[in-house]
């Protein structure tokens, strides 16, 4: 419905006076005695009066106010929850009915006039032809299905929704806790019956060992009606068992936990399956297995700490390091001992080159190698053979002077990131004792910590990498990391930031460079059996800058030894490749490219993990679907119920919503208008031209 109102700033007086200008101009043209008849006179005098008035009125800058009012039908959701715990655990015949009763409901609301909107939990199943085969997704998110529908119909007539459900979520928050604007409807499906199951419930394990080490696998039973009866747990890989323990349950409903003892044998991917026996008295056998998929890695970092002499520095290191077991770290002081492994991946001289020389000629092999370095300085120092050795620090010492400097962070730093506020927090650490003099850092050289003196920092380097891709190197210019340990733990109850500080710099200086010219590779070691494999594609040329439109071959080995090829190509607007889900298992990948006229290849391996939760709880929540109608104004319903719903819905159906818009213009802005003006115009002049006037 629509409806205008003229609107004017002049008084209505001024419209009379258009008129009469209309009318004069009229009649001062047309009062004479004309050579046509009086018909036309009369109709040339109308012309000529309209369009003189509207233009008049025109000039007064009218404005017209359009209000439309538009009727919206109310709409009513039906929001059914299709995950695989409804199938599993309400009996199909009447999982059938119920789903050609909530049919029902839909066509009696439509024939009163009600839009039906219908929202899965998977998006993917036909929601126009929803059937108990559909009932297959493998996650429950009550309150995000209840959150897009609030979203979709915000400031919609939206009269209510309808949950089909059994109440029973595994992901998100619980829905009772959000609020919603709408009433809800629930029709509770499944069984709120506890079943005689054994229910794997969860296998907890390291994901990364190492090569001859012994890692534990320790599994989660628990047992429903099972009181004093035993059942048998196995550990098996590639469909032989590795171990078998029983397990006694002591009451109807009982959790316990078994450990196995694996040793790591082979490098990759471990792929172990943990399994209950099936008793034959079961609900179901569903949730009586779980994988575990353990990388076996073939050795740590292997790190040397090698000292002019003991200092409580290196056990602040060696604290911070041991708490990474991807790291083997070995002390040695000069002198009183030698290194164990023939080569290291990285080696922290402390105070080494030094003054007497013990701990230069025990570094001397990797001072001329390639191996990284992290130099830390001290008081037995010698300054002049460290300007030799090192290429990331330059320093030309006054004396023998020192000065207490305090660290601060250089926030252009970028070459890896600290958490959260360690950056401030090193602000407030203990002074250190460096040499006094002039510094000068490389120009391939990145500064971590300025020194600062009193409230004055300076351009002097307290902790600084060097980045050359040869040889990494690192130097703290002072020594005290101990006290800045112990003042941590006094502000905060732990060692975190100068923890993460050595850890992360100890990582970058002992990663090894990636020459490669081809590099695809998964974006995570791991996906889930519902997810898109995503591969990220790099290639570059000579000087290792990125170049795109490559052809890439990428070949997929599954489980099953069967090969898959795909072929695909990186752009720069996009250099990612995915394909679709993949059964469970470990898979190995093989990419191949011809890069500026060399042949590269890239190997290498991941995981498809199933995703198994809707198995893990099978009794349904009928308390929760009762919280959310009480809160929001619905009503609750049992499946032989559902009559009495579409009763209530569909007798008294909500009232059209009724929506208004407002639209302000200027008269003067409207096309027909102008059309209008000249159409009268033009009459008037034709006719006058036909009759022989000008």
Known sequence: ??????????????????????????????????????????????????????????????????????????????????????????????????????????????????????????????????????????????????????????????AG????????YNQGVSPEFLPYNFPVYTVGLGDTVPRRDLNLKAVHYNKITYTGNQFPVVAEVQATGFAAK??????????????????????????????????????????????????????????????????????????????????????????????????????????????????????????????????????????????????????????????????????????????????????????????GSGGSLLQKMPPMSVPFGDFRT??????????????????KPLLAVNTDRKRKSAVLTGEGLWEWRLEEFNQTENHQVIDELVTKLVQYLSSKEDRRRLRVYPVTDEFLNTERIVFEAETYNEIYEKIYNQKIALEITGPDKKVSRYNFINTESNSQFDIGGLPKGVYQYRASARVQDKNEVVTGQFTVRELQLEAINTTANHDLLRKISNETGGQFFLPGQVEGLTRQLSQNPPPDRVQSTEDTMELIHLKWLFFILLFLASAEWGVRKYQGAY
Request: glycine share 6%.
């Open 1 to 158: 419905m629509d409806r205008f109102q003229l609107l004017t700033s002049y008084s209505p007086w001024f419209i009379i006076l258009c008129l009469l200008t209309g009318a004069g101009y009229a009649f001062a043209l047309y009062q004479k005695n004309p050579s046509w008849s009086k018909g036309v006179n009369w109709a040339l005098a109308a012309c000529r009066f309209v369009l003189v008035s509207l233009i008049c009125f025109l000039l007064l800058g009218p404005l017209v106010r359009q209000v439309r009012s538009t009727f919206e039908k109310p709409t009513v959701v039906l929001a059914i929850d299709n995950s695989q715990s409804v199938s599993l655990t309400t009996d199909s015949s009447l999982l059938s009915q119920t789903l050609a009763q909530i049919q029902s409901l839909a066509n009696e609301l439509r024939r009163k006039e009600v839009n039906v909107d219908v929202q899965l939990l998977d998006k993917d199943a036909d929601a126009a032809a929803l059937s108990a085969k559909q009932f297959s997704s493998p996650v429950t998110n009550l309150s995000n299905l209840l959150g897009t529908v609030q979203s979709n119909f915000e400031n919609r007539n939206l």
């Open 161 to 168: 929704v309808v949950l089909v459900s059994d109440g029973i």
């Open 230 to 419: 035993t059942a048998s747990v196995q550990l098996m890989q590639g469909g032989k068992v590795l171990a078998t323990k029983p397990l006694t349950f002591r009451n109807e409903n009982d959790v316990q936990d078994v450990t196995f003892y694996v040793k790591a044998e082979a490098k990759g991917i471990g792929h172990y399956v943990v399994q209950v026996a099936p008793d034959a008295g079961e609900f179901t056998h569903q949730n009586n297995n779980r994988d575990a998929y353990i990388e076996v890695i073939d050795g740590k970092e292997k790190i040397l700490l090698l000292a002019a002499a003991p200092h409580p520095d290196i056990k602040a290191i060696k604290s911070a390091l041991e708490k990474n077991q991807n790291y083997e770290f070995e002390s040695v002081i000069a002198g009183l001992g030698a290194p164990k492994q023939p080569k290291y991946d990285l080696v922290i001289l402390h105070q080494i080159p030094d003054q007497l020389s013990t701990g230069t000629q025990a570094a001397q092999k990797y001072l001329e190698g390639d191996t990284p370095l992290w130099f830390i300085l001290g008081s037995q120092s010698n300054l002049s053979q460290f300007n030799v050795v090192n290429t990331a620090v330059k320093i030309t010492a006054r004396g023998a002077q020192t000065d207490q400097v305090f660290p601060s962070f250089n926030n252009g730093f970028n070459i890896f990131k600290f958490e």
């Open 442 to 459: 490389a120009p391939n050289s990145e500064v971590i910590l300025f020194q600062r003196v009193g409230n004055l920092v300076t351009n």
